[in-house]
């Protein structure tokens, strides 16, 4: 249903990355499934991966591979998540990585091996063999696009962004593309990033970047509250342009901070807007918090109610279950006298009970539109915090119980 996501836009190369798909078998025949990312010599990167400690074999082998140096090369596939597959998926994923290796001629730790898909079955070897030499024949500077639906598994529509933008007055290119529709929450969400830039950023600079986009997008997103096996989101520095970043302490760094946070925050509102089943996007914003944790808290609490996100579906300005939600938050001695909560610019809840010149009407024509701004004033402090959600309708219901169909 994809609310307000338009068509792909155009998704600018970044110079020292080529991308290559192949349709390879994982999922239907004919279907892009696998993704081969090739870095030039020379190309840093950074990696933020799932806190699930169930987590998938392949992010058990890309977390160590990239302890020990630069990758050369990412590979993807869809449609299978090598999670929940013991010592077996581990030597599924290095074995990928071998097939990479010998035909690039690079070491089998320089590959990175991700996955996506159904949870709990083998990954079989075999589309990897039959899919890679198409993939490596394919490698193009402009191959984007096509990786953005390689990726994809109950995505509805392909997630991809980009921009061209000046880091301490150079010119530089970022672009990333995302998967990601269900089983959405952080640490991270059932999702995979993945952004590139040709700016010069030392690694540890790189990684603190990353770390800063992360935590102001996808790690402010939730579709259903549940934490994924396989979160990856990966940072490549090619340093084939002319803009270089070489401290934290400088306008450079805010610079490209700035540019990759925009770009990791389309992408994650992409997945949101995308979330399985989803008709609203909604925006909650809690304000007057003792602390932006507090703020958070009260945030998700009310964004994985069942009751409050079922009210959104059906356009309902049912405010009572939104109060409930804040009430059990476990925002310690909350005054409720000082809660006030306004829909899309309607104020709903004047000092912790109905405002007297609210009426019905009001409330039920904003929820009736695709975007909702669910704002919340606490009245504690001047903290504030916000995360993106959705609605849970029948379609989510239906996706998930035919997932495995």
């Given at each position: 249903m994809a609310v307000g996501i338009g068509p792909l836009p155009r998704l600018h190369p970044v110079p020292g990355i080529r991308v290559g798909v192949a349709c390879a078998g994982f999922k239907a025949p004919g279907r892009r499934d696998l993704v081969v990312m090739a870095l030039d010599e020379g190309a840093h990167s950074a990696a933020v991966f799932t806190g699930n400690?169930?987590?998938?074999?392949?992010?058990?082998?890309?977390?160590?591979?990239?302890?020990?140096?630069?990758?050369?090369?990412?590979?993807?596939?869809?449609?299978?998540?090598?999670?929940?597959?013991?010592?077996?998926?581990?030597e599924t994923a290095l074995q990928?990585?071998?097939?990479?290796?010998?035909?690039?001629?690079?070491?089998?730790?320089?590959?990175?091996?991700?996955?996506?898909?159904?949870?709990g079955e083998p990954l079989p070897l075999q589309p990897f063999r039959d899919g890679l030499p198409a993939a490596l024949a394919a490698l193009a500077a402009d191959g984007w696009s096509e990786a953005?639906?390689?990726?994809?598994?109950?995505?509805?529509?392909?997630?991809?962004?980009?921009?061209?933008?000046?880091?301490?007055?150079?010119?530089?290119?970022?672009?990333?593309?995302?998967?990601?529709?269900?089983?959405?929450?952080?640490?991270?969400?059932t999702m995979l990033a993945f952004i590139a830039t040709d700016c010069a950023v030392a690694p540890d600079v790189l990684r603190r970047c990353l770390d800063r986009a992360v935590a102001d997008s996808f790690n402010r997103i939730t579709v259903d509250?549940?934490?994924s096996t396989n979160d990856a989101c990966v940072a490549v520095a090619t340093g084939r342009g002319a803009a270089a970043v070489d401290s934290v302490d400088s306008q450079a760094y805010e610079d490209l901070s700035a540019a990759l946070t925009t770009v990791c925050r389309s992408l994650a509102q992409?997945?949101?807007?995308?979330?399985?089943?989803?008709?609203?996007?909604?925006?909650?914003?809690v304000q007057g918090g003792a602390s932006e944790e507090e703020c958070r808290r009260v945030a998700y609490t009310i964004a994985h109610s069942p009751l409050v996100k079922t009210a959104f579906f059906a356009s309902d300005p049912n405010w009572g279950r939104i109060l409930a939600a804040i009430g059990r938050a476990g925002v310690p001695e909350l005054d409720v006298s000082r809660v006030d909560m306004s829909l899309n610019g309607v104020c709903i809840v004047r000092r912790g009970a109905r405002a007297g010149d609210y009426r019905?009407?009001?409330?039920?024509?904003?929820?009736?539109?695709?975007?909702?701004?669910?704002?919340?004033?606490?009245?504690?402090?001047?903290?504030r915090d916000y995360i993106w959600t959705c609605d849970l309708s029948y379609e989510y219901v239906r996706i998930n119980a035919a997932y495995r169909s």
């Amino acid at each position: 249903m994809a609310v307000g996501i338009g068509p792909l836009p155009r998704l600018h190369p970044v110079p020292g990355i080529r991308v290559g798909v192949a349709c390879a078998g994982f999922k239907a025949p004919g279907r892009r499934d696998l993704v081969v990312m090739a870095l030039d010599e020379g190309a840093h990167s950074a990696a933020v991966f799932t806190g699930n400690a169930f987590c998938a074999a392949p992010v058990t082998v890309a977390r160590d591979h990239l302890a020990g140096g630069p990758p050369r090369f990412l590979v993807i596939n869809s449609g299978n998540a090598n999670a929940g597959t013991g010592t077996q998926g581990i030597e599924t994923a290095l074995q990928c990585c071998d097939l990479i290796a010998a035909a690039a001629g690079c070491d089998r730790t320089q590959v990175l091996p991700f996955s996506t898909g159904v949870i709990g079955e083998p990954l079989p070897l075999q589309p990897f063999r039959d899919g890679l030499p198409a993939a490596l024949a394919a490698l193009a500077a402009d191959g984007w696009s096509e990786a953005a639906h390689g990726i994809m598994t109950t995505d509805t529509v392909p997630k991809g962004a980009s921009l061209q933008t000046r880091v301490d007055g150079e010119a530089v290119t970022v672009t990333g593309i995302a998967k990601g529709s269900g089983m959405i929450c952080p640490d991270m969400a059932t999702m995979l990033a993945f952004i590139a830039t040709d700016c010069a950023v030392a690694p540890d600079v790189l990684r603190r970047c990353l770390d800063r986009a992360v935590a102001d997008s996808f790690n402010r997103i939730t579709v259903d509250g549940d934490t994924s096996t396989n979160d990856a989101c990966v940072a490549v520095a090619t340093g084939r342009g002319a803009a270089a970043v070489d401290s934290v302490d400088s306008q450079a760094y805010e610079d490209l901070s700035a540019a990759l946070t925009t770009v990791c925050r389309s992408l994650a509102q992409m997945i949101v807007r995308d979330g399985e089943g989803a008709t609203k996007f909604i925006a909650i914003d809690v304000q007057g918090g003792a602390s932006e944790e507090e703020c958070r808290r009260v945030a998700y609490t009310i964004a994985h109610s069942p009751l409050v996100k079922t009210a959104f579906f059906a356009s309902d300005p049912n405010w009572g279950r939104i109060l409930a939600a804040i009430g059990r938050a476990g925002v310690p001695e909350l005054d409720v006298s000082r809660v006030d909560m306004s829909l899309n610019g309607v104020c709903i809840v004047r000092r912790g009970a109905r405002a007297g010149d609210y009426r019905e009407e009001q409330g039920a024509a904003a929820m009736q539109a695709p975007e909702i701004d669910l704002c919340i004033q606490l009245g504690r402090g001047r903290y504030r915090d916000y995360i993106w959600t959705c609605d849970l309708s029948y379609e989510y219901v239906r996706i998930n119980a035919a997932y495995r169909s």
